[in-house]
């Protein structure tokens, strides 16, 4: 008998999340919100066997006579698959990156705590369950870690993420108890202090592993190019484009040096740049001066009728939790979860440490400068990720890999296009603020040479922070936050994404020519989910997209 499309998906779909309960939860999944889940050489064994029996049941479904939004989930489940399985082989992440598994205790926490998908006692209970297992689940990832394999930054990472969930799991835990009736009030504080103390614990074993690591972050030329071709669909190897980011980066210092002249030619950019990062917000004002940049960046959309905005559509700006900020010195966006109905996000701004050096909570406050708020809100909220996350929902209602999938290609492609729209269309109307977009240009080249340097070219990660604060001027504090993110077990080829994809949306574009308004554009582009951007140039443009030129 020969199997359907809808069959296939549904199983991939279902083995994929039963895999990672925790990720499970994340997208909107319940099923499993009491696990955690179990990792080790095994199991990985296990699942790498299962997505290559994916990988030959979905190249086995021959869709030319299909519609192309069946042609399309299939190519972007042999994509997800494939890179699935690639990741498993090459990263071993389970045994290689602590910090994984402790994030992924504190998502396994607080999505259970912060979300109303369910009644708060029902959701107590898999908390309950889920916090009562994570000395076990420390316990078993510890047999597995073999120091002569970790990499030195991952244990770093993973030490300061075990200090913000200790502080995470000892003061909100007890505070969401105290919402609760029943037992479980004083059951799941005692559960919490257990799992603090096995999380503990777990920090102590890998301190005493400083010295004797011996790992390497590094993703290498071949994975490296297996995922530019295969996850982003770019036509381009490492060294292709580590050339094309270097032209970028010549082009946009130019473009940089060429405004700060007109605005003070006896001032270089970098003393005008760090001039206007004096005026920012005080640090418990972060918040509402993200949100009034947000609301800003909305009412732009609308006056200028940019791109539809659904009904019911709803982002709040709000604090990070304390577990999530090692490697996010700004922010992060979390959109409505992918499966949960509702089309509400949340764009997280991390606050000031006060327990940080005097001369780091400076630079922290000047990175957050009134400038930066406004260049990056549109970025993240309207017309950006958010908003492009909203339109992801209601475009695959009716394709559950695609909704499950976001390439990053077209995710932060969009992000960073936005800033040019926003730009080209009249919001961006102060000489700081115009500073600040070309800065953030010029950074986002600079992080394709970092990218292709720290993965493929032997950069030190020394020579990588020097780089981002030397090229693009950003403070100590920033700038080793953005490298901690750029060394990332998934995060290879990620930092370029946002300037391949924003180039490719530029392309794709013009290539519709003069006669399509803007906000049909975009609508059209956002129809089909958040697919490789190569997946639709045929589709929207009758020619094939072939890259970047180098």
């Not at 045994?95 to 998502?107: C, V």
């Not at 835990?173 to 609760?180: C, D, E, I, S």
């Not at 970098?270 to 993200?290: C, M």
Request: hydrophobic share 40%; glycine share 6%.
């Amino acid at each position: 008998m020969t199997e359907t499309l809808d069959q296939v998906i549904a199983d991939y779909l279902q083995t994929v999340l039963r895999a990672d309960p925790v990720a499970a939860t994340q997208v909107g999944v319940h099923t499993w919100d009491s696990e955690l889940g179990t990792f080790g050489p095994e199991v990985a064994d296990d699942y790498l066997r299962d997505l290559h029996g994916y990988i030959a049941r979905l190249e086995s479904i021959d869709t030319s006579a299909s519609p192309f939004s069946s042609q399309l989930d299939v190519k972007i489940a042999l994509v997800d698959a494939r890179v699935k399985a690639r990741q498993l082989v090459e990263t071993r992440f389970w045994e290689r990156a602590p910090y994984w598994h402790l994030e992924r205790l504190g998502t396994a926490a607080s999505q259970l705590m912060e979300r109303p998908f369910a009644a708060i006692q029902e959701r107590a209970e898999s908390l309950l369950s889920r916090l009562e297992a994570v000395p076990g689940y420390l316990a078993s990832v510890q047999r597995h870690i073999a120091p002569s394999d970790l990499p030195e930054p991952y244990v770093d990472m993973a030490i300061r993420a075990a200090d913000g969930l200790q502080t995470f799991l000892g003061t909100s835990v007890p505070v969401f108890a105290g919402q609760l009736e029943g037992r479980i009030t004083s059951r799941l504080p005692a559960a919490s202090r257990r799992a603090a103390a096995a999380v503990a614990e777990f920090s102590g074993s890998l301190n005493e592993t400083r010295g004797a690591t011996g790992g390497s972050f590094r993703a290498g030329a071949a994975y490296f190019d297996f995922l530019l071709r295969t996850y982003h669909g770019v036509p381009l190897d490492h060294s292709e484009l580590f050339e094309w980011g270097r032209d970028q980066v010549v082009q946009d210092r130019a473009r940089l040096e060429e405004y700060a002249r007109a605005l003070d030619p006896d001032t270089h950019w970098t003393e005008q740049v760090s001039r206007v990062k004096e005026r920012h917000p005080p640090p418990d004002g972060f918040v509402d001066a993200y949100a009034r940049e947000m609301e800003r960046a909305r009412d732009h959309c609308v006056e200028k009728d940019l791109i539809s905005i659904p009904d019911d559509e709803v982002c709040h700006v709000r604090w990070l939790p304390e577990y999530l900020r090692v490697g996010l010195p700004i922010g992060v966006m979390s959109p409505s979860p992918t499966f949960e109905p509702g089309l509400v996000s949340d764009w997280l701004i991390t606050p000031i440490d006060p327990d940080a050096p005097a001369d780091r909570r400076s630079q922290h406050m000047r990175d957050n400068c009134f400038a930066f708020c406004e260049s990056i809100a549109g970025h993240e909220t309207y017309p950006g990720h958010h908003l492009q996350r909203v339109h992801h929902k209601l475009a695959t209602e009716t394709s559950p890999i695609r909704r499950y999938v976001v390439s990053p290609l077209f995710a932060e492609g969009w992000g960073l296009y936005t800033e040019d729209l926003l730009d080209e269309t009249g919001l961006f109307d102060n000489s700081a603020v115009k500073l600040f977009k070309l800065r953030n240009a010029l950074w986002r080249s600079v992080r394709v040479i970092i990218d292709t340097g720290l993965h493929t070219r032997s950069m030190s990660l020394a020579e990588a922070t020097r780089l981002l604060e030397e090229e693009v001027a950003l403070d100590r504090h920033m700038a080793e936050g953005e490298i901690t993110r750029y060394i990332r077990y998934n995060n290879p080829t990620y930092p370029s994404s946002y300037l391949m994809g924003r180039t490719a949306i530029h392309d794709l574009r013009a290539r519709c020519g003069t006669g399509v308004t803007l906000r049909s554009f975009h609508d059209r582009l956002l129809s089909y989910g958040s697919v490789p951007l190569s997946f639709l140039a045929e589709e929207l443009t009758g020619d094939r997209y072939e890259g970047p030129r180098t």
